[in-house]
């Protein structure tokens, strides 16, 4: 069984809806990233949160480390928001164990 | 400028070439790390590096080796490479000591062995 575990795999939305990305792990840990992958491939880290809430413009991220899930929100979604969204763990060594990522696509 | 900068952004090779692939840092980060991605696995860690003279194989670094010319620099190499090493490949680096610090990544490079 993965360490990080995302639902859904595949997301389709329509423009303006509100949604939600979650991550779940089975390891102890002290923070969670979430990253987005563009569709070209890049990546760029959106978040690193250890507990309650962040947000960032459209974007809010929540944890509950007692839980261990963490969920990736998205409000008024936009057809810019169409990526991959990847929660990751930070390791002893500093790399990060990814989850398989949830694709989202938003339409017009 | 990308602070990460990954070279060659894609390559196309033949089963048994030596390829080296490029990683150079404006960061002034101690950390770097390889990583591959496939469809469907998630990005898994090849190699790191604390600093110059440490270097630490990840959990699929078989068929891979690396060089951290300089704090800037870590390059990958594949000395003979194989089909089921088509993937897209990415460099990372984080700060410091704290295994909590976001990483940056480059923009990948996508490689093809025929």
């Known amino acids: 069984k993965n360490e990080v575990e995302q639902s859904p795999q595949n997301l389709t939305a329509q423009e303006g809806e509100f949604i939600t990305i979650n991550c779940s792990y089975s390891?102890?840990?002290?923070?969670l990233h979430w990253l987005q992958q563009h569709p070209g491939g890049g990546i760029v880290s959106l978040f690193m949160l250890s507990s309650g809430k962040k947000k960032h413009g459209r974007l809010i991220a929540t944890i509950n480390i007692q839980e261990k899930h963490s969920s990736l929100h998205i409000t008024a979604s936009h057809p810019r928001d169409s990526a991959v969204y990847i929660c990751?763990?930070?390791?002893?060594?500093?790399?990060?164990?990814f989850g398989k990522g949830t694709k989202l696509s938003v339409k017009p | 400028d990308a602070d990460v900068t990954q070279t060659p952004r894609n390559r196309i090779t033949k089963t048994g070439k030596r390829i080296m692939l490029e990683c150079s840092q404006t960061?002034?980060?101690?950390?770097m790390y390889w990583y591959r991605q496939d469809p469907g696995l998630g990005l898994r860690l090849i190699y790191y590096s604390f600093d110059v003279k440490d270097i630490n194989k990840g959990e699929i670094s078989d068929g891979y080796s690396v060089s951290r010319q300089a704090q800037a620099k870590f390059s990958l190499s594949l000395e003979s490479a194989i089909p089921n090493q088509t993937a897209l490949y990415f460099c990372?680096?984080?700060?410091?000591?704290?295994?909590?610090?976001?990483?940056?990544f480059g923009d990948g490079t996508r490689l093809s062995i025929l």
């Open positions: 990372a680096t984080s700060e410091g000591t704290n295994s909590n610090q976001p990483q940056h």
């Open positions: 960061k002034g980060h101690d950390r």
């Open positions: 990751a763990l930070p390791r002893s060594q500093g790399n990060l164990i």
């Open positions: 390891v102890g840990i002290s923070a």
